[in-house]
């Protein structure tokens, strides 16, 4: 059978792609740049809490929020297509939990292992996300994978996931951060893409309507909380006082020498 005709990525227009990425780069530059916060943070509560905010602009606007825009384009000929909402929230969980355990792999004193441990984790973690958000999707008939494809898929995600940690992380200059944001979204968007290049659908007309809900319904909540999401650490990012940041950048240097 051809599966080839009975699936469209941009049923909606390529405009979609770009928005995906636009999405997915303030994600990751807020997160990112909450990152580089938590490595100056004076507390470990404080750090902690910086990370989390990271790890929710990346893992679900930078990534989930990504998939779901993403998603829009995604219809297949000769099915309607409908989303199982505990699949769905559980991907989003996954993504922010996974993109927290990478950040807190790679703790204070970053070296080339800790970097390494950290995007192999952020790697997964944008892979997870995706395969269980794709688990969401219900159509009449099935949905299989091209195993190379799905490895191709982990592979950007973990070289990227990498890169965007190195440059917040090791190279600290702002505009670096712009770039990371940028690399890291072309990663998400990349890899989103590489995924859904291995799927097949197999369409069976006769089937039943799936349950569950329609793509469009979950966009206006999932995109209204993304964007109070965002709001939080973009605040705390432009009140943190760069005096405290300063104090406290000495405060690591001084017990490392001790």
């Not at 996300?129 to 799905?150: E, F, K």
């Not at 950007?156 to 979204?185: D, R, Y």
Request: charged fraction near 10%; aromatic fraction near 8%.
């Amino acid at each position: 059978m051809d599966h080839s005709h009975s699936m469209q990525h941009f049923s909606m227009g390529i405009w979609l792609l770009f928005l995906a990425y636009i999405v997915s780069v303030v994600g990751c530059v807020v997160g990112l740049a909450c990152t580089r916060q938590s490595a100056i943070a004076p507390t470990s509560r404080g750090r902690i809490g910086w990370l989390v905010m990271a790890a929710v602009c990346i893992g679900g606007i930078g990534i989930w929020l990504m998939h779901f825009i993403a998603m829009l384009g995604f219809s297949v000929d000769g099915s309607v297509t409908r989303y199982n909402i505990l699949w769905t929230v559980v991907s989003a969980l996954l993504a922010i939990g996974a993109t927290l355990v990478g950040l807190l792999t790679i703790g204070r004193r970053v070296n080339i292992w800790t970097l390494l441990l950290g995007g192999v984790v952020m790697g997964i973690a944008v892979n997870v996300m995706h395969y269980t958000g794709m688990n969401a999707i219900r159509i009449q008939g099935s949905v299989t994978y091209d195993p190379a494809l799905v490895a191709v898929s982990v592979a950007i995600a973990v070289v990227a996931g990498t890169l965007s940690l190195w440059f917040t992380l090791v190279l600290q200059k702002p505009l670096l951060l712009l770039a990371a944001g940028l690399v890291m979204g072309v990663a998400v968007v990349g890899m989103h893409y590489t995924g859904m290049a291995a799927v097949s659908v197999d369409v069976d007309p006769g089937a039943p309507v799936p349950a569950g809900i329609e793509v469009f319904n979950l966009l206006f909540p999932v995109f209204v909380i993304g964007l109070l999401a965002l709001a939080v650490p973009i605040a705390f990012l432009f009140t943190t006082n760069e005096d405290d940041q300063e104090e406290a950048a000495v405060v690591p240097e001084r017990t490392a020498v001790g």
